[in-house]
């Protein structure tokens, strides 16, 4: 089971068409990440969030921590052919007695592919 | 400003052998985590260091190690390679907790 459960799989779009990514988890996180990582490189970090309710953007990316710590979302607007990639959300759990240090827990991510 | 330097890029290795795979952090990183990353499993937290200590450390056997030198850079080792150790190998070094991880480009290990 998923500590990190992200959806959709895949994802097949137009350019110029709106997305969302969802994270969701029964466990509330210190803090989430999403990552961005293409073929045969490391994930590339986008942002990090770590207050309830937070909204962050990014140019066209808006990203948002649920009120409870337990589920986030990315939202592209307009893709464009360079957005690309596979889309990774990473949690952080509160720290329980040093068992928590340094780990981030991924989701299985989202491909993403955005036709010209 | 150097990123997280990992070696070697690539990688062949036969079952039975062991492997030592290299990570140097950015300048100034203390913490080093490292990843294994394969299509099935995604991406599994493998073990974390700080100051040439480890700190947690995943759910993965005793043939994986790691360590840390006092220049930060760290290694680690798989012995007694199996067929499913064949992955992408990640390390990821930051400054502090609250900031984000910054990823290497890892080793592609395969195992044959």
């Known amino acids: 089971t998923q500590l990190l459960e992200q959806s959709p799989q895949f994802l097949s779009i137009q350019e110029g068409e709106n997305l969302t990514v969802y994270c969701n988890s029964s466990?509330?996180?210190?803090?989430l990440q999403w990552y961005r990582q293409e073929p045969g490189e490391g994930p590339v970090l986008l942002v990090t969030?770590?207050?309830?309710?937070e909204v962050k953007k990014l140019k066209r990316l808006t990203f948002q921590f649920g009120d409870a710590r337990k589920d986030s979302s990315l939202h592209i607007t307009a893709a464009q052919p360079g957005d690309t990639g596979l889309y990774l959300c990473?949690?952080?759990?509160?720290?329980?007695?040093?068992?928590?240090?340094?780990?981030?827990?991924f989701g299985q991510g989202t491909i993403l592919t955005v036709h010209p | 400003k150097a990123g997280v330097t990992q070696t070697p890029r690539y990688l062949i290795k036969t079952r039975g052998q062991q492997v030592t795979l290299s990570c140097s952090p950015i300048?100034?990183?203390?913490?080093v985590s490292w990843y294994q990353q394969t299509p099935g499993q995604g991406l599994q937290f493998l073990f974390e260091?700080?100051?040439?200590?480890?700190?947690n450390k995943g759910n993965f056997p005793g043939r994986f190690s790691g360590r840390q030198f006092s220049n930060s850079r760290s290694e680690m080792n798989v012995s007694t390679l199996e067929l499913g150790d064949s992955a992408l190998y990640l390390c990821?070094?930051?400054?502090?907790?609250?900031?984000?991880?910054?990823f290497g480009s890892g080793t592609r290990l395969t195992v044959v």
């Open positions: 466990s509330v996180f210190s803090s």
């Open positions: 260091y700080f100051s040439e200590t480890q700190r």
């Open positions: 300048s100034g990183h203390r913490s």
């Open positions: 969030v770590v207050t309830g309710g």
């Open positions: 990473a949690g952080s759990l509160p720290d329980a007695g040093g068992t928590s240090y340094g780990k981030l827990t």
């Open positions: 990821a070094s930051r400054k502090n907790p609250a900031n984000g991880y910054t």
